[in-house]
T-cell receptor, first 113, second 110 residues
Framework: KAGVTQTPRYLIKTRGQQVTLSCSPISGHRSVSWYQQTPGQGLQFLFEYFSETQRNKGNFPGRFSGRQFSNSRSEMNVSTLELGDSALYLC????????????FGQGTRLTVV | TQLLEQSPQFLSIQEGENLTVYCNSSSVFSSLQWYRQEPGEGPVLLVTVVTGGEVKKLKRLTFQFGDARKDSSLHITAAQPGDTGLYLCAGLDNTDKLIFGTGTRLQVFP
């Protein structure tokens, strides 16, 4: 079974720009969660999508948004980028239902300059 | 806001030594997971504990879930350089969100 695939692996953007990150979950998994990881704050939950609906949301500003498609693939968008948005963005897929074990992708390293 | 505090934050030991990492919270979690993350990679699930007092062993790693389901520990026996990495605990809260701990960075020297 293929693992979780995140694209791109690395990204450099300028302040004020917007960015879209992509995540393809493990086949058959219906839940996709997004996390931001920084040295200072650790792993912080952004949001979770299940069957194309946002099921949970963390404490991030509205500049951070996401969506999930019918094939369970998910995208995350950050608008009006700030320097503090530089981080490793991780996507995790889970089967959903009562099985919540998360399988992570390698992440997208976003650098905002 | 639920917090999971891990201690120690950093651990640097010689090959062959034993170590314990702690994960503590004032909140109750329905289950708790442990992950290991290596540089440039995403976290990899090691174990899930569900029942208070539960103990699980994975080769040289022993995981325990506290009786009250608020804390957990990871004990590594005879650590090896391959154990080097960032260890993360994560608790499932009452809204089914995974809350991650602050992390313990382990370095094992040969």
């Amino acid at each position: 079974k293929a693992g979780v695939t995140q694209t791109p692996r690395y990204l450099i953007k300028t302040r004020g720009q917007q960015v879209t990150l992509s995540c393809s979950p493990i086949s058959g998994h219906r839940s996709v969660s997004w996390y931001q990881q920084t040295p200072g704050q650790g792993l912080q939950f952004l949001f979770e999508y299940f069957s194309e609906t946002q099921r949970n949301k963390g404490n991030f500003p509205g500049r951070f948004s996401g969506r999930q498609f019918s094939n369970s693939r998910s995208e995350m968008n950050v608008s009006t980028l700030e320097l503090g948005d530089s981080a490793l963005y991780l996507c995790a897929s889970s089967p959903g239902g009562t099985n919540t074990e998360a399988f992570f992708g390698q992440g997208t390293r976003l650098t905002v300059v | 806001t639920q917090l999971l505090e891990q201690s120690p934050q950093f651990l640097s030991i010689q090959e062959g030594e034993n170590l314990t990492v702690y994960c503590n919270s004032s909140s109750v979690f329905s289950s708790l997971q442990w992950y290991r993350q290596e540089p440039g990679e995403g976290p990899v699930l090691l174990v899930t504990v569900v029942t208070g007092g539960e103990v699980k062993k994975l080769k040289r790693l022993t995981f325990q879930f506290g009786d009250a389901r608020k804390d957990s520990s990871l004990h590594i026996t005879a650590a090896q350089p391959g154990d080097t990495g960032l260890y993360l605990c994560a608790g499932l809260d009452n809204t089914d969100k995974l809350i991650f701990g602050t992390g313990t960075r382990l370095q094992v020297f040969p």
